[in-house]
């Protein structure tokens, strides 16, 4: 009988891949599936529509939903109101690099932590907690997020344009709004998508900085699992899956367009 040669094992980057791909199935495309199943089957594990029309037929739910929408939309504005200026001007300092870490750092502690100690601070200051608590806070904690991706790609701006554009008499405000603005559109995107998909599905924010008086869509979730309504809450819980997609495609598709302008002028 022949002996059947076995290949040594190599170690390639196919093996690297193997436990990344075990945990999406994991904990990303099982959950996804379980998900899905459960939106259409009721408490006795029967086929239903029926947590479609209590999602769809519920106005408390869709303004829950409406206001996560409205406090994304203002956090994320605010973000970029002050991460902007805050990244420009880190951008043209020779240290900006290592102050930039001083707005990442925090991202170290959990998040939990600091907004229950950003809630003991409004409580020593004697502030009502409220939704300006909570926009204070959702701003606090997502900033970083909207300032890394501004920093870095303004950094990588080719400062030549801004000479260039000098040299042909623009001032300051023109040079700005004609160059920097239009080639920091990728990073404006980034941070746009960065704050607002993770501002919109948080849960535990607005319940702490708020004494359980907003309610947003990441709670609501949070209480149907609680209260055993698997069904609804799998609704809701695809609900938010679709804005998250919907958010991506929408900024890619921005983001696209931008590019293709600027090669134009280019």
């Not at 609900?239 to 983001?255: A, E, G, T, W």
Request: net charge positive; charged share 10%; aromatic share 12%.
């Amino acid at each position: 009988m022949k002996k059947i040669a076995r290949k040594p094992f190599r170690l390639t980057k196919k093996a690297f891949s193997v436990p990344y791909i075990a945990f999406l199935l994991l904990f990303v495309v099982i959950p996804l599936v379980l998900i899905l199943v459960n939106a259409f089957l009721d408490n006795g594990n029967k086929l239903t529509l029926e947590n479609f029309k209590v999602f769809f037929t519920s106005s408390s739910t869709l303004t829950v939903l409406g206001n996560s929408l409205l406090v994304g939309v203002i956090t994320t504005l605010l973000c970029l109101i002050i991460g902007y200026p805050v990244s420009y001007i880190l951008s043209k300092m020779s240290s900006g690099k290592i102050l930039v870490l001083l707005y990442i750092i925090p991202m170290g502690i959990n998040f939990l932590i600091r907004t229950l100690a950003t809630k003991a601070i409004f409580l020593a200051m004697g502030l009502e907690l409220g939704m300006g608590t909570v926009i204070f806070g959702m701003v606090y904690n997502y900033l970083p997020f909207m300032i890394m991706p501004l920093h870095t790609t303004l950094s990588g701006i080719d400062k030549s344009y801004a000479e260039a554009a000098q040299d042909l008499g623009a001032d300051k405000a023109t040079v700005f709004l004609k160059t920097t603005l239009p080639l920091s559109v990728s990073g404006i995107l980034s941070g746009v998508t960065m704050v607002f998909i993770p501002t919109i599905s948080t849960y535990a924010i607005s319940q702490l900085l708020s004494n359980g008086k907003i309610f947003l869509f990441g709670d609501s979730i949070q209480l149907s699992f609680e209260q055993g309504m698997y069904g609804v809450g799998s609704i809701m819980s695809i609900v938010m899956l679709i804005f998250v997609l919907l958010s991506n495609f929408i900024m890619n598709k921005f983001n696209r367009r931008g590019n293709a302008a600027r090669r134009s002028l280019w």
